[in-house]
């Protein structure tokens, strides 16, 4: 007699549930204990997984806890994929939905910014374009021009302090948070994470450029802040390595970066 599949990854996750029917080692016996040992081993890996890959809520809420909450939250939310690495996407919402966790809203927050330093880590590799090219475009060519960015470009907005929690709970000596929401962008510019934090207009200047032109881009931002610094903003992105194209206007094949 098979094992259903379908029972077995049930059982897998709720040690509550009987042992899926056809359960028999090598000899034919019966496999109970072989699978309650299987079953613990599965939990506490993705346990361990969820820790390493939310340090900072572990440490907001303490070891003991977060593993207790973690286990509940692995039994809900099975991986749906073999790569660990990006498991837990769901996370956040079951954050704000956890009761226990109800007097901390800033969690979400939290976990949705460790979620996307894994996205920006593990995003595919680019190419950014030679700066020195921009002197080769006329800024009104390059004001009306689009701009393809980088995968490993991540941005963030909170009504919590999200980048100052991070930082006070990985960095040493970083200064504490104060009341306030943030933005943070995220790039890569070599092989490790940047994180730093921006202004409204910034945000919304670099959300806006990803499928709009400079110019319209540069308007937008301009209605949410009269301070606005256009050169500071496009610093930022040049920095951070995340312009790999640059398609100006009444050039039929745009501007490439350079490719290996």
């Known amino acids: 007699m098979s094992v259903d599949q379908t029972d077995f990854i049930n059982a897998l996750l709720d040690p509550n549930r009987a042992h899926p029917k056809g359960l028999v080692d090598p000899f034919g016996r019966f496999a109970g204990k072989r699978f309650d040992v299987y079953r613990n081993n599965v939990v506490a890996s993705l346990i361990d997984a969820m820790q390493i890959a939310f340090p900072v809520i572990n440490k907001l809420i303490g070891d003991v806890f977060f593993k207790t909450m973690a286990g509940i939250y692995v039994r809900k939310h099975p991986p749906s994929s073999p790569l660990l690495m990006f498991y837990g996407e769901s996370f956040p919402a079951f954050l704000e939905g956890f009761k226990h966790v109800a007097d901390l809203p800033y969690l979400a927050d939290v976990a949705r910014l460790e979620l996307a330093r894994r996205r920006c880590y593990h995003a595919a590799d680019t190419v950014p374009i030679d700066a ?93 802040s009269k301070d606005f610094d256009l050169s500071n903003a496009f610093n930022l992105l040049l920095k951070g390595k995340v312009i790999t194209k640059i398609i100006a206007i009444g050039e039929n094949n745009g501007i490439h970066s350079q490719h290996p």
Not at 198 to 219: C, R
Request: overall charge negative; proline content about 8%; glycine content about 2%.
């Open 132 to 224: 020195d090219m921009l002197a080769d475009i006329a800024p009104e060519a390059l004001m009306a021009s689009t701009f393809t960015l980088s995968p490993a470009l991540e941005l963030l907005s909170s009504p919590y302090p999200i980048f100052t929690i991070w930082n006070v709970n990985m960095i040493e000596d970083a200064p504490k948070p104060e009341a306030g929401g943030e933005f943070v962008l995220l790039t890569r510019p070599e092989l490790d994470v940047e994180m730093q934090k921006i202004d409204h207009a910034t945000h919304i200047f670099i959300s806006t450029l990803k499928t709009h032109t400079l110019e319209q881009a540069y308007d937008t931002a301009t209605r949410v």
